[in-house]
């Protein structure tokens, strides 16, 4: 088999551009292994890939239903969760929603995708979730918000209650209170409204509709 016919074609997932473009750098200089053939937000992927890499960025309850959704496409091979931490009722979810695999965001770009070769070949991979990398970046992150408060901060803009923030993170009304006290502090806002509106004009925070590219020629599989 020629090396052309090994590459790993990967459908990367996400609702910020952000996220999607800062996966497609990561895993660039290891063209030669993988080939990134859609940026989707949305809606799954137009055309077949063997994994779906979905970043749980922005999304309740550990995206959960967006999981479900990928793995009932024909089109994908193998759904992956992207993430950097997952309560353990939550990576459970993920796992019986049919994801083949929970990868941490701390894992270097080459151990990542040898993670997801070995789920390509069939295996469940779980790795364990440690340390942030240097340079990694998130919206809101000029704003000094940690990545948690990042996630509240995009939840807050979509104008939900403390209650369902808490129920689609899986922590407390308290903690989101402490996170909302950080990310006023940090953009400046002395209300709820002012806090929305200073995220709303972070261009990092706007969901975007929907892009699939291809980047190269598809190689036959």
């Not at 890499?53 to 091979?77: E, K, N, W």
């Not at 990542?112 to 790795?127: F, M, N, T």
Request: proline share 4%; with cysteine; charged share 25%.
């Amino acid at each position: 088999m020629s090396s052309v016919t090994q590459v790993l074609r990967v459908a990367l997932v996400n609702d910020f551009e952000l996220i999607l473009r800062g996966l497609e750098a990561m895993l660039g200089p290891l063209r030669d292994r993988v080939l990134v053939v859609e940026l989707d937000v949305g809606s799954n992927p137009e055309y077949r890939v063997d994994i779906a890499l979905f970043d749980t960025y922005g999304h309740a309850r550990g995206g959960v239903d967006r999981v479900r959704s990928l793995v009932m496409d024909p089109q994908i091979g193998a759904v992956v969760a992207y993430t950097w931490s997952l309560a353990p009722e939550r990576l459970d979810a993920v796992i019986a929603a049919g994801a083949r695999g929970v990868l941490s965001k701390s894992t270097p770009a080459a151990e990542l995708l040898d993670a997801l070769e070995a789920i390509d070949r069939g295996e469940i991979v779980v790795s364990p979730v440690t340390r942030r990398p240097r340079g990694c970046s998130w919206p809101g992150h000029d704003f000094g918000l940690t990545e948690r408060e990042s996630e509240v901060a995009a939840f807050l803009a979509a104008g939900i209650s403390n209650q369902e923030i808490a129920d689609a993170l899986f922590i407390s009304v308290h903690t989101v209170k402490t996170h909302l006290k950080g990310i006023f502090q940090k953009t400046g806002a002395v209300s709820r409204t002012q806090a929305v509106a200073r995220i709303a004009e972070d261009v990092e925070f706007r969901r975007i509709q929907r892009f699939g590219e291809v980047t190269e020629e598809l190689p036959v599989r």
